[in-house]
């Protein structure tokens, strides 16, 4: 991998995420997820963590996990990405690299800042998005303003408090409206 550092593979912790959580996770409580999906959506959700996973399925989940440590320990370039395009099948786009990022700091063997650094700056590096993936003049400017600082707990990613998109602030509160509207 240091040796070939574009070649790319996937370790998903958010499919093994039924396998690596022996709870209901806290984060289904968090205010971020009733801002964003449906009370049903959040129930289903929910429900997935009942379910009892089989110890190859955990297996398959700390494999993912000695992966990411093993890959780290021997200087290679972590990327954080996602498959999922939406809410199907359990695949919540957003939260679930949220979660990933959470997991590779408290499973992974990864600081706060290399789990931000590969979802941002070594993922756009990777994809040749030279205008994304950090905050510098003559770049897109898109970035998060948190409430937290992620470096304390990275937990903390999931605390928004402002979007920007190419530097102008996204109307979150106008998108949220519009959104639990359709639930009323």
Known sequence: MKGRPNVFFQQT????????YTARPAWLEEPILRDTFSP????????????AESPAAREAGETNL???????????RIVLGTDTGGVSGGQYFGLG??????LLVTRGGLTPMEAIL????NAAAVLGLDRMGSIAAGKSAD???LDANPLDNISNTRKINTVYLRGTEVARAEFAKRWKAKFN
Do not use: D, P, Q, Y
């Not at 990411?68 to 021997?74: H, S, V, Y």
């Not at 590969?118 to 700056?121: L, V, Y």
């Open 13 to 20: 912790l958010w499919g093994e995420r039924l396998s690596l």
């Open 40 to 51: 049903e959506e959040i129930r289903l959700l929910g429900e997935s963590f009942t379910r």
């Open 66 to 76: 000695r992966n990411i440590r093993k890959l780290k320990a021997a200087g290679s």
């Open 97 to 102: 690299s949220h979660i990933e990022l959470e």
């Open 118 to 121: 590969a979802g941002t700056r």
């Open 143 to 145: 970035f998060i303003v």
